[in-house]
T-cell receptor
Framework: GEDVEQSLFLSVREGDSSVINCTYT??????LYWYKQEPGAGLQLLTY?????DMKQDQRLTVLLNKKDKHLSLRIADTQTGDSAIYFC??????????FGTGTRLLVSP | EPEVTQTPSHQVTQMGQEVILRCVPI?????FYWYRQILGQKVEFLVS????????KSEIFDDQFSVERPDGSNFTLKIRSTKLEDSAMYFC?????????????????FGEGSRLTVL
């Protein structure tokens, strides 16, 4: 079945770049997403990429997609303490049925 | 900015009791979803709903679960007889597209979740 894997934890210093990685299994996924979850809050869509693209940039966020290796990454430039949260990778396996990864907890220290 | 709202934010119930979780999706959205996240585990798809009927459901969504859109604004998830393993955060989501047409982004807007604790 579909599976999405992420590393569980990433710690960076303020001002550094953060790179969160994700691997997925369903090669037919049309869209892949990055969601952010802050403590006590819901899932906020950060960005998404269509499967025929290999890169998408949105301000401080860069998404890279390697479809051959089924690898997705999210790079956050100039990471701030407010970026501390859990980041979920998700693939759309069809008709809005999203399969989520375990989430990567990003801790940004001053 | 329009948002999905969920109530209650936290509910504690006894095993075997019925629970109804409520959601108000974004007003012009037509596609509605429930997901859940057991503590420490992945966010899992439960059910999708469109045009007053279930579009798709997962294996988790058994006969103990039901969804309803009782009026033009609310979307509810009912658990008929709660079990300990139903303890989780339940997220409602809505979308203005079903991800079926070319160009649909499949973007889901999630609520803040309802934490259900079954004792």
């Amino acid at each position: 079945g579909e599976d999405v894997e992420q590393s569980l934890f990433l710690s960076v210093r303020e001002g550094d770049s953060s790179v969160i990685n994700c691997t997925y299994t369903d090669s037919s996924s049309t869209y892949l997403y990055w969601y952010k979850q802050e403590p006590g809050a819901g899932l906020q869509l950060l960005t998404y990429i269509f499967s025929n693209m290999d890169m998408k940039q949105d301000q401080r966020l860069t998404v890279l997609l390697n479809k051959k290796d089924k690898h997705l990454s999210l790079r956050i430039a100039d990471t701030q303490t407010g970026d501390s949260a859990i980041y979920f990778c998700a693939e759309n396996t069809g008709f809005q049925k999203l399969v989520f990864g375990t989430g990567t907890r990003l801790l940004v220290s001053p | 900015e329009p948002e999905v709202t969920q109530t209650p934010s936290h509910q504690v119930t006894q095993m075997g009791q019925e629970v109804i979780l409520r959601c108000v999706p974004i007003s012009n959205h037509l596609y509605f979803y429930w997901y859940r996240q057991i503590l420490g585990q992945k966010v899992e798809f439960l059910v999708s709903f469109y045009n007053n009927e279930i579009s798709e459901k997962s294996e988790i969504f058994d006969d103990q679960f039901s969804v309803e859109r009782p009026d033009g604004s609310n979307f509810t998830l009912k658990i008929r007889s709660t079990k300990l393993e139903d303890s989780a955060m339940y997220f409602c989501a809505s979308s203005d597209n079903g991800g079926r047409q070319a160009g649909d982004t499949g973007e889901l807007f999630f609520g803040e979740g309802s934490r259900l604790t079954v004792l």
